[in-house]
Nanobody, 126 residues
């Protein structure tokens, strides 16, 4: 069982940066692949980034590639999403998710993740 709590959201101007954190409970965090997803008002949830359990494989949505970086600190049971050069279209509730994928597999499919946090709001003003 893994419980996830996101933090770090807020209001930022376009071009600014934020770092989201997702703190996980449970002793087996290091064996879980982690993902970040987001959902804007009136839109479906979409994939943002994912990192394998080893940290050796990462994957990004085209819309955030080169601007966002996902990382993990297994000693702190935390996964991060560094977001730079933020745009108004990045405004959404951001969720972290966990899944016990084998090897360096990561997924952009939300239904493959069994554990989700409650979300943190990110608002980017123009």
């Amino acid at each position: 069982q893994v419980q996830l709590v996101e933090s770090g959201g807020g209001l930022v101007q376009a071009g600014g940066s934020l770092r989201l954190s997702c703190a996980a409970s449970g002793r087996t965090f290091s064996s879980y692949a982690m993902g970040w997803f987001r959902q804007a008002p009136g839109k479906e949830r979409e994939f943002v980034a994912a990192i394998s359990w080893s940290g050796g494989n990462t994957y990004y949505a085209d819309s955030v590639k080169g601007r966002f970086t996902i990382s993990r600190d297994d000693a702190a049971n935390t996964v991060y999403l560094q977001m730079n050069s933020l745009k108004p279209e990045d405004t959404a509730v951001y969720y972290c998710a966990a899944a016990p994928f084998l090897g360096d597999y990561v997924s952009m499919r939300g239904y493959e993740y069994g554990y989700w946090g409650q979300g943190t709001q990110v608002t980017v003003s123009s």
